[in-house]
């Protein structure tokens, strides 16, 4: 699944293909979305200009001056408010800008027809993504502030410590929790963990204030330099521009089962924790506390 650095990836690379441009009108598919397209937003979206793109967590949010009709409305009169497209790529989710005259591909379930002869296509082969119309900025800014927890790049570390250290979950638990930091994945959850040097199952209330500090700072730096890579291209993923991201020639941990770590030699093990595929080196993340829970040693992913 697409995390934080694969979707702000798209969003950098769509930004300055999209801005300015007007939507003219939008094709949904007969396959259904994880959370359908409804016909009744074409009207709100059709006509109105896309402004910028922005990224909130997982969610690539494409902010509109809208010029259609809001849902219901039979006048013509503008909607009120900015409206928003909001989009989750899901697990297998692509969007890209592209000429009109391009063949459309399999598993395309959205199409935004733009006014210079491109398109911008949502597809996604296993459809639990989504492409979702709200009204008015503050209606998506809401419904994400009630979802989602602080973005990893400017957290207080007051209150980090504070969310980490009042639960006896494990910190791989943690870390995928998206009300305590917004944004991050298994994938990236596990690299954190290892140059942070914290064992995955450790009790977040086992952590000190100076561990605490390591991790959320580790957390930012990592993101950022995937981020710089154009994130982890493993299966499905490219960014906006169709470019595969590289951060995935630089994994320390995950998906490394039974092979050396790259600082000690220590075969990388993996477990089952949060109901996820966790990769951590037994030396480099030593337990430090005794752990426990329903964990097993797995081999592979």
Known sequence: MPELPEVETVVRDLRP???GRSILAVRPSRQQLRRPWQA???????????EGLRRRGKWILIDLRGHGRAPGRT???PALGLPVVRIHLGMTG????????????????????LDNDTELRFRDPRRFGCAEYFPDRAAVDAALDAELGPEPFAMDPEAFRAAVGRT??????????????????NIYADEVLFRAGL?????GSSLSAAECDRLRETLAAVLERAIASRGST??????????????QNEFAVYGRTDQPCRVCGTPIVCLRLAGRSSHYCP?????????????????GR
């Not at 493993?234 to 951060?247: K, P, T």
């Open 17 to 19: 293909v999209l801005r």
């Open 40 to 50: 009744a937003w074409n009207p709100a979206v059709s006509g109105a200009q896309v």
């Open 75 to 77: 006048s013509q009169r």
């Open 94 to 113: 692509q969007l890209t800008v592209v000429p009109t005259t391009e063949p459309l591909p399999d598993h395309v379930h959205v199409v935004f027809e």
């Open 168 to 185: 006896t979950r494990c910190l791989k638990a943690v870390l995928l929790d998206q009300q305590v930091v917004a944004g991050v994945g």
């Open 199 to 203: 064992h995955p199952q450790r009790p």
């Open 234 to 247: 493993i299966r499905d993923y490219v960014g906006g521009s169709g470019l595969r991201g590289g951060f």
């Open 283 to 299: 030396t480099c993340q030593p337990a430090r506390t005794r752990v426990s829970g329903p964990a097993t040693r797995r081999r």
